[in-house]
T-cell receptor, first 115, second 114 residues
Framework: QQQVKQSPQSLIVQKGGISIINCAYE??????FPWYQQFPGKGPALLIA?????SEKKEGRFTISFNKSAKQFSLHIMDSQPGDSATYFC??????????????FGEGTQLTVNP | NAGVTQTPKFQVLKTGQSMTLQCAQD?????MSWYRQDPGMGLRLIHY???????DQGEVPNGYNVSRSTTEDFPLRLLSAAPSQTSVYFC?????????????FGDGTRLSIL
């Protein structure tokens, strides 16, 4: 049972374009929504994150948009660059009494930015 | 800063063999976890630990064992490898507290079971 659904599975964008990756979740107990970026041969690394009481968070060219009522959130990469080519994972975190928190990941999106 | 170190980086096993994937972190993080990454399925939690001597199961624990004797180390054991365990395995660590603690990942172990 996938509690966090991510789309698209792959995305090709031209340099300078906007990349948009979407995620939807079911569990309203999730209280933190990070995005991780993964380059080939490396582990995922935290890119940007948002709490559900905020509708948008921007860090440089990366923006998270959050729609609590629709239980959806998305990552926008403005002015996409070839160096942004990577796999992106959305995730949702839930507070767990015994372990602090627990992350559930989406399926991942492989982004290719053509020069 | 080493962060989270995983060894080996690559491994090929035959069905039925056993092996241990090593994970060590130098950030004094209480929480450590193991994930497996398969195409189209994201990262799925195998086992996790909130401190030395404390471990618990994640989403896909079958076929794997863990132990946590020190804060730094969290090895993952495959007792009898099966082809379905062919995957990329990631170890991660974080502080315990609120849910906004970022997880720090190692660079993975790529495991093939023949």
């Amino acid at each position: 049972q996938q509690q966090v659904k991510q789309s698209p599975q792959s995305l090709i964008v031209q340099k300078g374009g906007i990349s948009i990756i979407n995620c939807a979740y079911e569990n309203t107990a999730f209280d933190y929504f990070p995005w991780y970026q993964q380059f080939p041969g490396k582990g995922p690394a935290l890119l940007i994150a948002i709490r559900p009481d905020v509708s948008e968070k921007k860090e440089g060219r990366f923006t998270i948009s959050f729609n609590k009522s629709a239980k959806q959130f998305s990552l926008h990469i403005m002015d996409s660059q070839p160096g942004d080519s990577a796999t992106y994972f959305c995730a949702a975190s839930i507070r767990v009494e015994t372990s602090g928190s627990r992350l559930t990941f989406g399926e991942g999106t492989q982004l290719t930015v053509n020069p | 800063n080493a962060g989270v170190t995983q060894t080996p980086k690559f491994q090929v096993l035959k069905t039925g063999q056993s092996m241990t994937l090593q994970c060590a972190q130098d950030m004094n993080h209480e929480y450590m976890s193991w994930y497996r990454q398969d195409p189209g399925m994201g990262l799925r939690l195998i086992h996790y630990s909130v401190g030395a001597g404390i471990t618990d199961q994640g989403e896909v624990p079958n076929g794997y064992n863990v132990s946590r004797s020190t804060t730094e180390d969290f090895p993952l054991r495959l007792l009898s490898a099966a082809p379905s365990q062919t995957s990329v395995y990631f170890c991660a660590s974080s502080r315990i507290g609120s849910s906004n603690q970022p997880q720090h990942f190692g660079d993975g172990t790529r495991l093939s079971i023949l």
